[in-house]
Nanobody, 118 residues
Framework: QVQLVESGGGLVQPGGSLRLSCVAS????????MAWYRQAPGKQRELVAQ????????TYADSAKGRFTMSRDNAKNTVYLQMNSLKPEDTAVYYC???????????WGQGTQVTVSS
């Protein structure tokens, strides 16, 4: 059974930081491209950042560039999203996503809420 479990969300003031984590089980983590998506109320889910395998190449949405950093630790089956200089518009549920690098099998976590507010 595949599980992606996100953690690290919460309430933070504008300008603050959070680090999200996503632990994967039930998949061969090292052969899955990983991504973070987010969905704000009333809006479509959007890609925030992704990291490939092999190589660990990262790409970011324009809204995340310069503020967010995604990384992966294949030994721990975990991806991270370090979010700095958070803005109220970053408020959303953040989802972890895994896609098999060859077959395209697609898995989602349950999401973690991030709220940026004073």
């Amino acid at each position: 059974q595949v599980q992606l479990v996100e953690s690290g969300g919460g309430l933070v003031q504008p300008g603050g930081s959070l680090r999200l984590s996503c632990v994967a089980s039930g998949i061969i983590f090292s052969i899955h491209n990983m991504a973070w998506y987010r969905q704000a109320p009333g809006k479509q889910r959007e890609l925030v950042a992704q990291i490939t395998t092999p190589g660990g190449r990262t790409t970011y949405a324009d809204s995340a560039k310069g503020r967010f950093t995604m990384s992966r630790d294949n030994a721990k089956n975990t991806v991270y999203l370090q979010m700095n200089s958070l803005k109220p518009e970053d408020t959303a549920v953040y989802y972890c996503n895994a896609v098999h690098y060859l077959y395209g099998s697609n898995y989602w976590g349950q999401g973690t809420q991030v709220t940026v507010s004073s």
